[in-house]
């Protein structure tokens, strides 16, 4: 038996942020992990990172190599009907986002949890949640084949959408929100120089296509595609000459294509969980709330996540005021709610529905016209593109 100040499940980012933050403010953690550090790092996700995730990083003081090897972006390209306009971030707002891979986000906060001696447990199994709803909380896990049991004051759930978190919370106490999307995205990763140094978000008869990036010469690119379809059925000259059709002619004449290194499919949805504290457990990032890859918004709402319990925490171990851990769910819900609103926007606007009507497409490309010659419509994008605050 062992005792912490907080036990973290859950060594993705959201997790390692939390303990990264606490260390920085003197407050022990345990994070348990349940795969292994190399499986946590080969998993390819978002890239690009709000206002405040980069202020928590640097909060942290895991931005060094962020802050060298990212790429600050002040606009991004939006482009339907064969044109292509661009939403000027810094003109709106004064604000950046950082394009910076989420494995290379996780990598840093590993690295920086290894250099500080933190207790990472990794390959944990059997991970159980007990007493939450009292003042005794304690978690217990088998590892190596040894069952173990750590007692602590609180616990942070920062295990996605299928860990053990969020179903602790007993089913009469959750109220759950759920929008299933008819489409996913198919993806790929190429060892490519991007096609444009912005993002570019296009909205086609095809369907959706968004042309993003890691690096120089790396780059992520993704179509919409059936939510029953197949990887196996898309080789990479498929997946080329479909994305070449869905882009402005301009782009698809410059598009430097490539062996894919990586291809997936991803489904969307949009999903919370209300409330996102139960007693000594809180919820953080995927365990409490889902939202579709449209503005990447995922990692970036489990920072925000992340910053109003590592407030909390650290207010009640610094003064005892417990006032932060007791406003947490509402503030982070209140947070969460409009950033799934942002999310569902930008993905009607963007995507195709197989009930899609000629009406409603005509909608669509209005909406799409209204964005392009409207400064107060392009303002409010900006807005929640860079980030609302913390």
Known sequence: MARTQVVIVGGGPSGLLLGQLLFKAGIEAVVLERKTREYVLGRIRAGVLERGLVGLMGEAGVDT????EGFVHDGTQLAYDGDMFRVDFTAHTDATVMVYGQTEVTRDLYDARAATGGDTRFEVDNVVIHDADT???????????????????????????????RKTIPAFVRREYEKVYPFGWLGILSETPPVNHELIYANSDRGFALCSMRNA???RYYIQCDVD???????????????????PAAAAETLVTGPSIE??????????????????????GDAAHIVPPTGAKGLNTAASDVHYLNQGLRQFYGDGDSRGLDTYSEKALA?????????????NLMHHYPSQSDFDKKMQLAELAFLRDSPEAQAAMALNYVGLPY
């Open 65 to 68: 190599r962020m802050k060298a």
């Open 135 to 165: 003042d005794a909380p304690f978690v217990t896990f088998d590892q190596n084949g040894t069952a173990q049991r750590i007692d602590c004051d609180y616990i942070a759930g920062c295990d996605g959408f299928h860990g053990i978190s």
């Open 217 to 219: 010469q790396l780059s």
């Open 229 to 247: 379809d197949h990887v196996g059925n898309w080789s990479d000259d498929a997946f080329w000459d479909e994305l070449r059709r869905r882009i």
């Open 263 to 284: 291809k997936s499919i991803a489904p969307l949805r949009s999903f919370v969980t209300e409330p996102m504290r139960w007693g000594r457990l809180f919820l953080c």
């Open 335 to 347: 947070r969460v709610w409009k950033t799934e609103r942002f999310s569902w926007w930008f993905s």
